[in-house]
């Protein structure tokens, strides 16, 4: 086994001789020449697991200053490859190969200082190390200094920049960058928002194992953003990137068990895998493992537990656990209901732009709960949340403009657009149709007072009294009055609909 070592060697050796003589400019000097056959002969021991023996002819290439050595050094220290660990000496081996100018010393040493990974972190240091390493090609210092502008460690945040690095790297072939990239398309952060071109990202970095773009790649078939939806696919990549220990899989796939997305619903197994999400430090796992415990989703009510998870999900900044801290305070579960605590919650979610909060908060302001009451702050919320989707936010702001006589023609835009999402929402046709009946418009405003009290509306206060009064702009007086006379039936009527019965008539 030794002498064919040695034969092996012989041979390398000769070739590393016959490949610098065939050169046309021989710029290496003797010492450089012996410290690139020592660290070639540590790789040939390392092909064989001959860890130790690598590492001896590593450190006689490195005490040659070959800065290629230094690195092999510092990561033989640093994983403890045929030496004891020893994060100290790595930093040493590290801290010299960047001061050699090797691509992958500034790499690693940038890197380092960005995480304060065995030394203090420093995002100047990061940056200064990352961009020289950037400048020398490293495809790694492409994708960590992106994250750098990406995410405004020690800089400002700049996306154009993130992007055009993320580019860099995954023209390489590097996964995280096309991941990183597939995300801003995504998002449409700095770059046009295409789904198509994302999962193109997302699956080219999915095949080489990339945990996070396989997630990725799940939620496209999941969300059917980019493709029509496919549960089955989905799950696929959710399993392909659990494998590869991606602590959001988890959770994705948890949802799928739980709603019975491409697998029958089966609770206990979405809990276990919230819970692996939860514990590897996933926020959104985390809130999700908090809800499977107030909302006994495959394990017993405990809310101890779910405020446990809420809360560390909302040290993260997610904001639906801020949200649903929010509710447990408002409802009294778990802790003493206090309102107050729950306000600024909500306003805390809201903030970070979470639709529901949004709406929570323009409820408070508009009810005055725990604050003073304030219509154009309740507007300004409810404006928030209906532009990000919420069609009740949309229903609220309308109705008050309409009662603040405010905003008037935005208001009546803002409710068939509420509508178009829930056509058959009885406190939303009833807005529309008051928004109808103040334009004039007794024919649609009946239709769709109409089909509010076939909804369920007639059981309601304020809904016969609205349909009377568009019936008696029709002219059809009796029927009118029939409604306006249904009205009084609830003890919290409007008085002035007593009158309406009295003098038979409409009344503004």
């Known amino acids: 086994m030794k002498k064919n070592f040695f034969i092996v060697l012989g041979i390398l050796l000769f070739t590393s001789f016959s490949s610098i003589h065939a050169q046309k400019e021989d710029t290496l000097t003797p010492t450089q020449r012996t410290a690139a056959l020592y660290l070639d002969t540590a790789k040939l021991l390392r092909t064989q697991s001959n860890f130790k023996a690598a590492f001896r002819y590593i450190q006689q290439s490195?005490?040659?200053d070959n800065a290629e050595a230094l690195v092999y050094l510092a990561n033989a220290y640093q994983f403890g490859e045929g030496v004891d660990t020893n994060m100290a000496e790595a930093v040493k081996c590290y801290k010299s190969a960047a001061a050699l100018d090797n691509p992958i010393g500034l790499y690693y040493w940038g890197y380092m200082h960005l995480y304060g990974y065995g030394v203090e972190k420093n995002y100047t240091t990061a940056k200064q190390y990352l961009e020289k390493a950037d400048a020398l090609d490293n495809v790694f210092a492409h994708y960590f200094l992106a994250r750098i502008y990406e995410f405004g460690y020690g800089v400002p945040k700049n996306d154009s920049m993130a992007v055009l690095l993320y580019q860099k790297g995954a023209a390489k072939g590097h996964a995280a960058s096309m991941f990183s990239l597939g995300y801003h398309y995504e998002e449409g952060r700095w770059v046009k928002q295409n789904y198509t071109k994302a999962m193109e990202l997302y699956q080219e970095a999915a095949e080489k194992n990339n945990g996070s773009a396989q997630a990725a790649l799940g939620y496209l078939y999941t969300s059917g953003k980019a493709v029509p939806r496919d549960y089955a696919k989905a799950n696929y990549w959710y399993r392909k990137a659990i494998e590869n220990g991606d602590s959001r899989a988890y959770c994705n796939l948890g949802y799928s068990y739980e709603k019975g997305r491409g697998v029958p619903v089966d609770e206990r197994k979405a809990f276990q895998l919230y819970a692996e999400s939860a514990r590897s430090g996933d926020e959104v796992g985390q809130c999700n493992l908090g809800g499977c415990y107030q909302f006994e989703i495959g394990v017993a009510r405990d809310y101890e537990e779910a405020l446990k998870w809420y809360r560390?999900?909302?040290?993260?900044?997610y904001p639906p656990a801020y949200r649903r801290l929010a509710k447990m305070y408002e409802s009294g579960y778990g802790v003493v209901k206090n309102d107050s605590v729950a306000f600024s919650l909500f306003?805390?979610?809201?903030?970070?732009?979470?639709?529901?909060s949004q709406f929570n908060v323009a409820y408070y302001y508009q009810h005055g709960k725990v604050v003073s009451a304030d219509t154009t702050i309740a507007l300004l919320w409810y404006k928030k949340a209906a532009?990000?989707?919420?069609?009740?936010?949309m229903n609220?702001?309308?109705?008050?403009?309409?009662?603040?006589?405010?905003?008037?023609?935005?208001a009546l835009l803002m409710i068939a657009d509420a509508i178009r999402l829930e056509p058959n929402d009885?406190?939303?046709l009833d807005t529309y149709a008051a928004f109808l009946f103040m334009n004039g418009n007794y024919v649609d405003a009946e239709k769709n007072?109409?089909?509010?009290l076939d909804l369920g509306a007639d059981k309601v206060v304020g809904y016969n009294e609205r349909y009377g009064d568009i019936l008696f702009k029709l002219g059809r007086e009796k029927e009118a009055l029939k409604y306006w006379q249904r009205e009084l039936k609830f003890p919290n009527h409007n008085r002035l609909v007593e009158e309406k019965v009295a003098q038979k008539r409409y009344i503004e």
């Open 62 to 64: 490195a005490i040659l």
């Open 312 to 317: 560390a999900s909302a040290l993260q900044n």
């Open 396 to 410: 609220n702001y309308a109705w008050l403009c309409f009662i603040k006589k405010v905003n008037l023609e935005e």
């Open 426 to 428: 009885k406190e939303k």
């Open 347 to 356: 306003l805390k979610a809201a903030e970070m732009d979470d639709m529901s």
């Open 449 to 452: 007072q109409r089909k509010s």
């Open 387 to 393: 532009l990000n989707g919420d069609a009740q936010a």
